[in-house]
T-cell receptor, first 111, second 115 residues
Framework: NAGVTQTPKFRVLKTGQSMTLLCAQD?????MYWYRQDPGMGLRLIHYSVGEGTTAKGEVPDGYNVSRLKKQNFLLGLESAAPSQTSVYFC??????????FGPGTRLTVL | DQQVKQNSPSLSVQEGRISILNCDYT??????FLWYKKYPAEGPTFLISISSIKDKNEDGRFTVFLNKSAKHLSLHIVPSQPGDSAVYFCAASGRYGGATNKLIFGTGTLLAVQP
């Protein structure tokens, strides 16, 4: 039981490049979330999904898109990366409860 | 507008003593509160939670207290151990905006337990 996994662990992009971050969970959780963590800012919600085929905007959605084609996967896309998107990205999943379970994170640097 | 605030960026305590981490919130719609622990280069891990219908929840060395009238919660760790050294995030959840189970996080407190 791997829990929540994230791919890749590290990535360096140039401004304007695109990429997709993959989150996978094997706990059959309905809800999945993408956060970013920046120094002094805590974790801020980017997008979330309450079930397969559904997505919704969080607190800081601009510049990101998401898709939840399969229940176990939640993809976060950056169409045209900007230096302001340099951050650590965390994915989380949750059953029908308040508790969220987090992946190990992806450290992204945009030059 | 920070709805969940952790005003102490860092805290240092001696091994064996009590660690008290504080959290304040502003939104009266929050009805569930959680504490997460985060080590460097790892994801946050759930530690303990409390519903707004309670004022205390205990799990081993960890106790969370909730004061709804003051919109304040605290995490007590007794006794503190060097392995407790980590960043602790307070988070809140509630029925608002039509969505469920979204968490609002504080900015975190770095706890250092000195041997």
């Amino acid at each position: 039981n791997a829990g929540v996994t994230q791919t890749p662990k590290f990535r360096v992009l140039k401004t304007g490049q695109s990429m997709t971050l993959l989150c996978a969970q094997d706990m059959n959780h309905e809800y999945m979330y993408w956060y970013r963590q920046d120094p002094g800012m805590g974790l801020r919600l980017i997008h979330y999904s309450v079930g397969e085929g559904t997505t919704a905007k969080g607190e800081v959605p601009d510049g990101y898109n998401v898709s939840r084609l399969k229940k176990q996967n939640f993809l976060l896309g950056l169409e045209s990366a900007a230096p302001s998107q340099t951050s650590v990205y965390f994915c989380a999943s949750s059953p029908h409860s308040h508790t969220q379970y987090f992946g190990p994170g992806t450290r992204l640097t945009v030059l | 507008d920070q709805q969940v605030k952790q005003n102490s960026p860092s805290l240092s305590v001696q091994e064996g003593r009590i660690s008290i981490l504080n959290c304040d919130y502003t939104n009266s719609m929050f009805d569930y509160f959680l504490w997460y622990k985060k080590y460097p280069a790892e994801g946050p891990t759930f530690l303990i939670s409390i519903s707004s219908i309670k004022d205390k929840n205990e799990d081993g060395r960890f106790t969370v207290f909730l004061n709804k009238s003051a919109k304040h919660l605290s995490l007590h760790i007794v006794p503190s151990q060097p392995g407790d050294s980590a960043v602790y995030f307070c988070a809140a959840s509630g029925r608002y905006g039509g969505a469920t189970n979204k968490l609002i996080f504080g900015t975190g407190t770095l706890l250092a337990v000195q041997p």
